[in-house]
């Protein structure tokens, strides 16, 4: 039994308050992107009203104040992932920009016939910038398969390891189908071949605790507006000596140490990826975002939401035609589902009809699709501030758009 007050937590986040079409909001759609609590959106609206000026090198108060806060963002951030220096914390405008990033300035030194080793459950964010770099410079890009469950069969990926191989990049969590991937498991072998390891850690920082030291992982990012957070802000972690070995992403303001029309020499890191004027208030929200969660007991939150994912899991099979994709033993709470008969887009608007907010498409996971040879899944996905009567609402639901159109 879990003492989680979900009713407590409910309350800081003011959007949840609502109804839609005549009923209570039921917001499954977590993995897209999470609500905001109150102390989020507060200080955001404080630093727009009190503090807002360019940050870096400003003279005066509010110039001062907002560099005081982005940096002190930069440390909530270290703090969250556990990295040993704040340096070692890139502000991006989120997980695809991280990975486009590593892609484009990790990926500078990479020659043709290198070879870079994904998952069969990446995000097209974890495939497509590795593919530009294919276009670019005639990397291989090679994929640890999955099983039918979903589950990584990673005891596939030391074959895949040759001394070709200069990366490997993971979703610690697959957003199409929960499967967690034990990351640890798969940097360890990377590492015995001296194979640095990126994790997409976009669907794993809302639910668990991560420790980038424990897991020994050379890059990890994420994006804010999934843990909580604003839109447009994201962080990358890289490990120091990786990151100060790499060529700018951008160039511009803020990332130089000296310009000349005949050369320019660049800042360290973080400021060497940071070109321009960043989101400043974004980082700003991620830290309120980083502190709520601070405040929550974490594993609590998870042991919570591991009670959600099974009591869904048991509740959705109540629906006649209903298929779970993605089955894999160590799931987050996301569930990814198909209703014979009805396409997943048509399940999508009658369940929004009853108050509740799913995700339907192929979730920017197309090879995941092909593989479990569906053309999309409907996918509800939670969090620590949804509720049993909610997902008692989508099953309704669903029995009802299945009277409708079965
Ligand atoms: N990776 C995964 C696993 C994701 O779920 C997402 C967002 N759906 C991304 C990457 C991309 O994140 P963003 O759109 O915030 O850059």
Redesign the pocket.
């Known amino acids: 039994v879990t003492t989680w007050d979900v009713e407590a937590v409910r309350a800081d986040f003011p959007i949840l308050a609502q109804t839609v079409h005549g009923k209570p909001l039921a917001y499954l759609d977590n ?3 999470t609500q905001k609590p109150n102390a989020v959106i507060d200080a955001i609206a404080h630093f727009y009203r009190h503090d807002n000026a360019n940050i870096h090198r400003g003279v005066h108060a509010l110039a001062e104040r907002a560099t005081i806060a982005y940096e002190a963002a930069r440390e909530a951030a270290r703090r969250f992932l556990n990295a040993r220096s704040a340096n070692e914390i890139v502000f991006v ?7 486009n990033l590593v892609a484009a300035s990790f990926g500078a030194r990479f020659q043709p016939g290198d070879e870079v080793i994904v998952t069969a459950m ?2 097209h ?2 495939i497509v910038p590795w593919q530009l770099v294919q276009a670019r410079t005639g990397i291989v890009l090679k994929v640890i398969p999955m099983d039918e469950s979903g589950a990584l069969q990673t005891e596939q990926l030391a074959a895949l390891i040759t001394p070709r191989t200069r990366l490997v990049a993971v ?5 199409a189908l929960g499967t967690i991937n034990p990351v640890a498991e798969l940097i360890a072998i990377a590492h015995q071949h001296g194979v640095p390891v990126l994790v ?1 850690g ?2 794993a920082v809302p639910h668990m605790p991560v420790d980038v030291q424990a897991l020994d992982a050379d890059f990890y990012c994420f ?1 804010g ?2 843990l909580f957070g604003p ?1 447009g802000i ?1 962080v990358l972690y890289g490990k120091a000596e990786l990151l100060e070995s790499m060529p700018p992403y951008q160039g511009g303001g803020d990332m130089i140490r000296t310009v000349s029309f005949e050369k320019s020499t660049f800042a360290p890191p973080p400021q060497r990826f940071e070109a321009g004027t960043p989101h400043i208030a974004g980082a700003i929200g991620l830290k309120a975002a980083i502190e709520y969660l601070e405040r929550l007991d974490r594993l609590a939150a998870l042991r919570y939401e591991q009670e959600l994912l099974a009591y869904a899991t048991e509740r959705l099979q109540t629906v006649p035609g209903l298929k779970i994709v993605g089955t894999a033993p160590e799931k987050a709470a996301v569930v990814s589902f198909t209703i014979d008969g009805i396409h997943p887009h048509d399940l999508g608007t009658i369940v929004d009809r009853y108050g509740v907010a799913i995700r339907v498409g192929h ?2 996971a197309m090879p995941v699709m092909t593989f479990f040879g569906v053309p999309a899944t409907a996918r509800a996905s939670f969090a620590f501030y949804n509720t049993f009567a909610e997902i008692d609402q989508l099953t309704d639901a669903l029995h009802r758009a299945r009277d409708l159109l079965v």
């Open positions: 993995a897209a992107t405008r989120g997980t695809t920009e991280a990975i990446e995000h964010a974890n979703t610690h969590v697959s957003n997409d976009a669907q994006s507006h999934k839109t994201g979730h920017c």
